[in-house]
């Protein structure tokens, strides 16, 4: 039964102010006497704690009064309730305080004058406890019309009492705390009030409804099946509570805060209903209803004979729903009938051959929501086998729970009401497309002229827009073919994916002769605009932490050879600026366009293709873009590729460059560049301006399955395998060791191969909780025409998207640190070998604000020490990389848009691998309070999008 009590006074909120006196204690053979311990009997002095003491000579046991008042200062706490009458004072918390404080006063040597707390409160900000002793009135009167100002209503009372002040409250002296305790004890003052004040405005008789507890007795089952069913049951009840955040919630406050509206619009309105929350009470809650769904859950889970009992809870003007639930034990399954394999039912034989992949297996718990997806996962088997139309519903599951042991029979079975059309196995016979249907207008009906039968297909296109081609790569059924479910969605997916039709539409209609067993299909295809111009303003960040927006201008010619071609044509321009960092005001500039054409197929001298829903694409693209990095130099980039794209299902991706080439051309480098170039004698600032040429086949592969958002689990994986140069190596002889060094229009070509590998694992802990972790890994390796990697195929890192608490770029290679003036910009450290490591929970705290605690770890290498006469030290690949790596850590928020994330991270770094072997970990180092300390260490990354 609830539980509860009713008091003989109104509720009401009560602020209790307790004022303190400290006693003093005796030295010597004597002992303290008098009010507050000033007087001392015996031989001995009596001192006061707050740091006044009285000199007492006694003689023959006589008393003596001391000569100074040893009374410690004042100190003063809140006690903030809602309790009624005498239920708060009897509560059993303050029971519990009360008890716990006599504890402490005993270990300490002290006696507890008073066992009521209705006139003592303890308080534990000294080593010791501290006596407390009530206030009068007038302080509490104080306190309470500073709280009454946190609501506007309560504030408008508050000002009428105003008109007529009572009578000035006597001063209050207070205890000079320690400002560390003084501003805690502020803040969890404030939290508590803002939390408690959501009651005010609750109506007499009203309760707050804070959600739900279930309890589980059980002794046998499994500490794990106990959490998950708890979690499942919690999830059931309704209605949900208000949000809380750390036991407050802010949302009903603001509702609360921002009063009636007296508009239908506004900012109060706004307000109230968009950013506050309505409470939710606690009359809305029934418990034999939310009782009656938590009973028929667990027996759907195998718990038969589950028990549930509903009870509730009340603390002041709170109530909580309590749900007890006794399972008893869970029915296992013992045995499963399939329907037999029979020669008169070509059904029941199908469903028999489905038994050995069946999700009911011997010695599991019975599960309704089990047996329900096995009831699809049948009815998906028939669907394939030719039974259009079969349904789940025409199945049964009979359960017969009678053969004791807490153990079930299951026996699979068609229904008895089972149409004929349901059992029949259908083909497929005449296919019709409208490639150009439109719902606003008939063009179903056929002419002469308008029909064009192209293999098993009659296609009616009255604007000939397309070749009838296409139609025999999409399409997966032929005349003849028995109905498939899994041929019908590939064909839907792969008319989608041909990027040129809004809307796809199908529909079977049954062929009125005598067998009655074949199916006509219909295709209506809703073409999109041919032609189409798109305007985008981005807002964007890079690997080199540089912040910025862009605009893109996109022409679009969909269909452009009556083929599906797809022909984009697109011009850009940008400018990116660096938030934080050393190279503030050496912004970058760009703009160019480039050119896509895409084929919906294998653009090849032989016929490929692949047998998933997704069409492949043959990608061709050129390039161009003008670069200019303000006060150092211009770059003319000139690109073009010519590749193959195809998914072999949702999880795969493979991309394949046939060629790839790339040509970079410097322009306009000014003197200020040109004279660090030679004060820098590792020449990599003379890399960026070289000319280069790269061209050569690469290869990606992506596997995920993050699209399934039920997995606990989810990982990401691409491989990329880059070779350039091979073929034009080996056929030239090029060997720059030698000398013998190959140019095409004079220019040196790239020869070299690169390997990366980039693996994500995620791991859901709740809806809201997440652990995000990435392990990267690469390598380059230059032979023949080249020394080292093309200065744009080089690895880098630190910055917003790799090790957030080092600057982008700055970091390695190895042991090497750069030394830079600060008022100069900071060189690009590039590297032939990366490992980086990062990991970060991301949690959802309210509303669109989501937080993350992270660790990042890595650094880069080169395979050797560097070029030129003055090499890098410390910058080679050895065995003792481990004890090279840089460890950053931070956290930020995250600020989910929908359309957008955006994302601030503040990171300081925990080992600096420049840094001599035994003095790499900084950890002791961190001063959070020197400016010193955080200009050179703490990193603010300001990005678009999560890391990875």
């Known amino acids: 039964m609830p539980s509860f009590r009713k008091s003989k006074t109104p509720s009401r909120m009560r602020i209790r102010i307790s004022l303190f006196r400290r006693s003093c204690s005796c030295s010597g053979s004597g002992s303290c006497s008098g009010s507050g311990g000033r007087s001392c009997s015996g031989s001995g002095s009596c001192s006061g704690s707050g740091g006044r003491s009285c000199s007492c000579s006694c003689s023959g046991g006589s008393s003596c009064s001391c000569s100074n008042s040893c009374s410690d200062g004042l100190a003063f706490a809140e006690q903030y309730s809602h309790r009624s009458g005498s239920e708060a004072e009897n509560s059993s918390d303050n029971r519990n305080e009360h008890k716990f404080a006599n504890s402490r006063l005993k270990e300490s040597g002290k006696r507890n004058p008073s066992d009521s707390l209705t006139n003592r409160i303890f308080v534990y900000l000294w080593p010791k406890p501290i006596e407390l002793r009530p206030v009068r009135r007038q302080l509490a009167q104080t306190m309470h019309e500073f709280v009454s100002t946190l609501n506007p209503h309560a504030w408008r009372k508050n000002s009428e009492a105003k008109q007529n002040p009572p009578a000035k409250p006597t001063k209050i002296p207070t205890v000079n705390l320690r400002p560390t305790l003084k501003n805690i004890a502020a803040t969890l003052a404030l939290l508590v009030v803002a939390s408690c004040s959501n009651t005010k405005y609750l109506k007499e008789g009203e309760l707050l409804y804070l959600g739900a507890d279930v309890e589980i007795k059980s002794d046998s089952m499994p500490k794990k099946n106990r959490k998950q069913l708890k979690k499942d049951l919690e999830g059931l009840t309704r209605p949900r509570p208000n949000k809380a955040i750390l036991g407050l919630r802010p949302k009903l406050y603001i509702w609360n805060l921002a009063g009636e509206p007296k508009k239908d619009k506004g900012f109060r309105n706004w307000l109230r209903n968009k950013v506050g929350?309505?409470?939710?009470?606690?009359?809305?809650?029934?418990?034999?209803?939310?009782?009656e769904v938590l009973q028929s859950y667990a027996q759907n889970k195998g718990y038969f004979k589950a028990v549930v009992s509903a009870d509730s809870t009340r603390r002041g003007k709170k109530a909580k729903a309590r749900y007890t639930i006794t399972p008893g034990p869970r029915y296992t399954i013992k045995s499963v009938t399939f329907p037999e394999d029979s020669i008169d039912s070509d059904l029941d034989s199908t469903i028999a051959r489905t038994q050995r992949r069946s999700l009911l297996k011997v010695g599991d718990g019975f599960d309704l929501d089990v047996i329900k997806d096995e009831r699809d996962r049948i009815d998906t088997r028939l669907k394939n086998k030719g039974y259009f139309f079969f349904s789940p519903d025409f199945l049964k599951v009979q359960v017969d729970s009678t053969i004791g042991e807490h153990k079930v029979d299951l026996f699979v079975k068609v229904k008895d009401e089972t149409p004929d059309a349901a059992k029949k196995v259908y083909k497929i016979n005449d296919i019709f497309i409208y490639p150009s249907f439109s719902v606003r207008r008939d063009t179903v009906g056929i002419d002469s002229t308008d029909v064009t039968y192209y293999h098993d297909f009659v296609i009616i296109d009255k604007q000939n827009m397309f070749r009838p081609r296409i139609f025999d790569r999409t399409m997966y059924f032929k005349k003849g073919d028995t109905y498939s479910r899994n041929n019908h969605n590939l064909t839907l997916s792969r008319l989608t994916n041909l990027g040129v039709f809004k809307f796809v539409k199908n529909d079977f209609k049954v062929v009125d002769d005598e067998a009655g067993d074949k199916l006509d299909a219909f295709y209506y295809l809703t073409p999109l605009p041919k032609k189409s111009i798109r305007v985008e303003i981005l807002a964007k960040t890079n690997s080199a932490n540089y912040t910025g927006t862009e605009l893109n201008v996109n022409w679009s010619n969909r269909n452009t050879f009556k083929g599906a071609e797809l022909l984009q044509i697109t011009a850009f321009g940008g400018l990116e600026v660096q938030v934080s960092g050393q190279n503030k005001g050496f912004n970058v500039y760009r703009v160019g366009g480039e050119t896509n054409l895409v084929w919906p197929r294998f653009v090849a001298p032989f016929k490929l293709d692949t047998p998933s829903g997704f069409m492949p694409r043959t990608k061709a693209t050129l390039g161009y873009e003008y670069q200019m990095r303000q006060q150092l130099y211009s770059l003319n980039s000139f690109k073009g590729s010519?590749?193959?794209?195809?998914?072999?299902?949702?999880?795969?991706?493979?991309?394949?460059?046939?060629?790839?080439?790339?040509?970079?051309?410097?322009?306009?480098?000014?003197?200020?560049y040109m004279e660090r170039i030679r004060e820098d004698n590792t020449g990599t600032l003379e890399k960026v301006i070289e000319k280069q040429l790269i061209f050569g086949p690469s290869y990606s592969y992506t596997y995920t399955n993050t699209m399934r958002q039920r997995l606990k689990h989810q990982i990401y994986f691409k491989g990329i395998l880059d070779v350039a140069g091979t073929i034009a190596g080996v056929a030239t002889g090029a060997n720059v060791q030698k000398g013998d060094t190959t140019k095409v229009f004079g220019v040196p070509f790239s020869q070299y191969v690169k390997v990366e590998a980039d693996f994500r694992h995620y791991w859901k802990f709740s809806e809201n909780t997440q652990l995000a972790s990435r392990i990267f890994g690469g390598f380059g390796y230059a032979y023949g025409n080249s020394t080292s990697l093309p200065f744009i195929k080089q690895f880098f890192i630190g910055g917003t998207n790799s090790i957030r608490a080092f600057r982008a770029r700055s970091l390695g290679p190895g042991t090497y640190r750069a030394e830079t003036d600060t008022n100069e910009f900071l060189p690009d450290q590039s590297g032939d070998i990366k490992i980086e490591m990062n990991t970060e929970i991301r949690q959802k705290l309210f509303s669109i604000v989501h937080g993350a605690v992270f660790v990042d770890a890595g650094n880069i290498w080169l395979r050797n020490n560097g070029t030129g006469?003055?090499?890098?030290?410390?910058?080679?690949f050895t065995s003792k990389f481990l004890s090279?790596?840089?460890?950053?850590?931070?956290?930020?928020?995250?600020?989910?848009?929908?359309?957008l994330v955006l994302r601030t991270d503040l990171a300081f770094p925990l080992r600096k691998p420049w840094l001599p072997q035994n003095e790499r970990w900084v950890i002791d180092q961190i001063e959070f309070g020197n400016a010193g300390w955080r200009k050179e260490n703490l990193v603010f990354n300001l990005a678009i999008g999560y890391p990875f």
């Open 884 to 899: 090279e790596m840089a460890v950053g850590t931070g956290l930020g928020l995250r600020f989910d848009l929908s359309f």
């Open 277 to 291: 929350e309505e409470p939710v009470l606690f009359h809305q809650v029934d418990l034999d209803y939310n009782a």
């Open 869 to 876: 006469d003055d090499p890098l030290p410390g910058a080679k």
């Open 642 to 672: 010519f590749s193959y794209l195809w998914k072999d299902n949702p999880r795969r991706d493979h991309e394949l460059k046939l060629t790839e080439i790339t040509y970079v051309n410097p322009g306009n480098v000014t003197e200020l």
